[in-house]
């Protein structure tokens, strides 16, 4: 359908400001040595730096990326020679000086086969002060042929003299029938299991193709809301007793912040009559059961209270101590 016909010769679906702007830096030859690509987990910078760095190693003829040479099928592979990926171990955990410092002295070397050496930074909010400072040195005199790709879930997580040397890009959720009709005709998707995917991940193509490929994930969600719903009968003791269990766990922490900001998002929007899409559309009865029981208002102070937490963990605060507060936040 026409949605999903790309606008350019690029791998990517929806983001087509993004997407022509970088194909046009390319084809101009008015490439930045460094850009920030900024939006939520699972929304597509990952794919858009990709797409990027075969643009420019691809060694075909005509439009780039051409996808079919040595170059774009080693990029695809993560294997090119001058292409370096850096992040934490895993998500929630830090990515450290020690890795900044590495791929230092491999972009003091020049390039192997192509014309760049170019380096993808993965989740970067999660750098150390000491790594995110050293990445600065990199900035502000990079090699001529060194591309680096920072990726953040914003901006402001960032030191702003970081910020300031990248040419942003940001990126937004794509339209919910955007991505069901991606899962459909790109990932054979049946029609039903896409149109959940697509609501739950609020936009996010990336998000909702692992949690496709993930035979787990629904078993996680409802495990998550599950708790969630325990959780407002609970007593404080228990909510305690949760909030460390959770802390010991921060690769999952994000993920279940995020999952139950949608849920009270929803339950918010019920009580409203809002006339919006809800994110858990298979879980209705119980929306609009919380929805009679704790109405707009309550229900937005959550959703407040959850999203200062997540952007309070971002910024590497306790997270003991901080989902100890959340717990109190969540009404009974």
């Known amino acids: ?20 702007f970088l194909r046009q830096t ?12 900024t939006g939520p987990p699972g929304v597509g910078k990952g794919t858009l730096a990709q797409a990027l760095t075969a643009a420019l190693l691809c ?36 990515l450290k000086i020690e890795q900044v410092r590495d791929l230092q ?46 990726l953040a879930s914003d901006a402001d997580l960032l030191l702003p003299t970081i910020v300031s040397r990248c040419q942003q890009v940001p990126l937004r959720p794509l339209p919910v029938s955007m991505v069901q009709q991606a899962l459909v005709e790109r990932w054979g998707a049946e029609p039903e299991q896409a149109q959940l995917l697509a609501h739950l991940s609020g936009g996010r193509l990336g998000w909702a193709v692992r949690a496709l490929k993930d035979k787990q994930a629904p078993q996680r969600r409802a495990k998550r809301l599950d708790a969630l719903d325990q959780l407002v009968k609970a ?15 921060p690769e999952t922490i994000q993920e279940t912040l995020d999952l139950w900001i949608g849920w009270w998002r929803d339950v918010m929007l019920a009580a409203a009559g809002a006339d919006a899409p809800l994110t858990n559309v298979d879980r209705q009865d119980a929306l609009r059961d919380h ?12 959703v407040k209270a959850l999203r200062s937490a997540a952007d309070r963990l971002k910024r590497n605060a306790n ?4 989902l100890e507060v959340l717990m109190l936040d969540l009404p009974r």
Not at 291 to 301: I, K, P, Q, Y
Not at 319 to 322: E, F, P, S, W
Request: hydrophobic share 45%.
């Open 1 to 20: 359908m026409e949605t999903l016909k790309a606008k350019n010769a690029w791998p990517i679906v929806g983001h087509e400001w993004a997407a022509g």
């Open 26 to 37: 390319v084809s101009s030859g008015s490439v930045s040595h460094a850009y920030l690509f």
């Open 59 to 94: 060694l075909g003829e005509g439009e780039r990326p051409c996808g079919e040479c040595r170059a774009c099928r080693l990029v695809a592979s993560g294997n090119h020679p001058d292409l370096h990926i850096v992040e934490s171990e895993q998500a929630g955990a830090s």
């Open 105 to 150: 002295h491999q972009l003091a070397l020049t390039p192997v086969e192509g014309r760049w050496q170019i380096a993808i930074l993965r989740r970067f909010e999660e750098a150390t002060i000491s790594a995110a400072n050293a990445l600065l040195k990199t900035l502000e005199e990079p090699p001529s042929y060194v591309v680096l790709i920072v």
């Open 235 to 249: 007593s404080v003791v228990e909510r305690f007793r949760y909030a460390e269990k959770l802390a010991r766990k």
């Open 291 to 302: 929805a009679r029981r704790f109405g707009v208002e309550r229900s937005w102070a959550v």
């Open 319 to 322: 997270a003991r101590l901080t």
